[in-house]
Structures are given as structure tokens and as C-alpha cells.
């Protein structure tokens, strides 16, 4: 599990094995995370990641972020 991302995009060294396996943890655009909540299902801009993983049921990258609202996900980051 990789729980954070240096300047280069690369997780912290320990996380090097997780990188070789999967890629570069991606650029969201914008900074924008997909909200799936019930009447939302919308992108927003979270107050902060608090950690990534990748996930091998969708092949992807996700990270769990809070919202401005203190509500806690894990969620995709918009990449198209």
C-alpha cells in the first residue's frame, strides 16, 4: 500500500516494489476526485489524500481522501 506521493510522483522509496508493479501513481485533473455518494456522484476537489493503494479488483490506482466536508472515501482521481 503506498500511503503517500513525493514531488515526482513517485511514492516514498519504500513503496519502489509497488511502482514496478503497477505504475506511477496518476495525476488526477484538476486535482478532481469522483464523490460517489448518493445524490452527489459528481468531481470534487478533496481537502486532502490521505493514502493510495492500488486496487487489483479494478486494475487502478485509488486513494482514500477527505472532502471539505470531513466525509472519507476511497475514490478515483479523474484522469480523461
Known amino acids: 500500500m503506498t500511503y503517500q506521493r513525493t514531488p515526482t510522483g513517485?511514492?516514498?522509496?519504500?513503496?519502489?516494489a509497488t511502482v514496478d508493479a503497477y505504475g506511477l501513481i496518476p495525476e488526477a485533473i484538476d486535482g478532481l476526485f469522483q464523490d460517489m455518494?448518493?445524490?452527489r456522484a459528481t468531481w470534487e476537489r478533496p481537502k486532502r489524500i490521505i493514502h493510495w493503494?492500488?486496487?487489483?479488483t479494478f486494475n487502478r490506482w485509488s486513494a482514500l481522501v477527505e472532502?471539505?466536508?470531513?466525509y472519507q472515501t476511497y475514490t478515483w482521481p479523474k484522469l480523461f
Request: hydrophobic share 15%.
Open 37 to 39: 455518494r448518493p445524490g
Open 53 to 56: 493503494q492500488h486496487s487489483a
Open 67 to 70: 472532502f471539505e466536508d470531513g
Open 10 to 16: 513517485y511514492p516514498v522509496p519504500g513503496d519502489q
